[in-house]
């Protein structure tokens, strides 16, 4: 079975910086783009951040430029987000996302609270 997992979550005060993990199995890792979501309390799904399969090329969404970095490490079947200068915006539900052949899998995501 298709599993992405996700860590690294938890309280920060602004400005401060944390880094999530994703680790996925049961899919051929090293061979798809992967994708970063997040979820504020009662707001909608925000795509954060796309990386390409060799992880040479990231894309980010408008709100995290420059301060978010995705990186990924295909030995390890691991995703990472380096968050810097995290602000009480950041305030969400972190998930990786990996889509096979039309279909999305995620998994629970992992916390991020900033907050003094």
């Known amino acids: 079975d298709v599993q992405m997992m996700e860590s690294g979550g938890g309280l920060v005060q602004p400005g401060g910086s944390l880094r999530l993990s994703c680790t996925g199995s049961?899919?051929?890792?090293?061979?798809?783009?992967l994708t970063w979501f997040r979820q504020a309390p009662g707001k909608g799904i925000e795509w954060v951040s796309v990386?390409?399969?060799?992880?040479?090329?990231?894309t980010y969404a408008d709100s995290v430029q420059g301060r978010f970095f995705a990186s990924r490490d295909n030995t390890k079947k691991t995703l990472y987000l380096q968050m810097n200068n995290l602000k009480p915006e950041d305030t969400a539900n972190y998930f990786c996302?990996?889509?096979?052949?039309?279909?999305?899998?995620r998994g629970q995501g992992t916390q991020v609270t900033v907050s003094s």
């Open positions: 990386i390409n399969e060799r992880g040479f090329s990231a």
């Open positions: 996302n990996v889509n096979l052949a039309g279909k999305d899998y």
């Open positions: 049961g899919f051929s890792f090293e061979y798809y783009a």
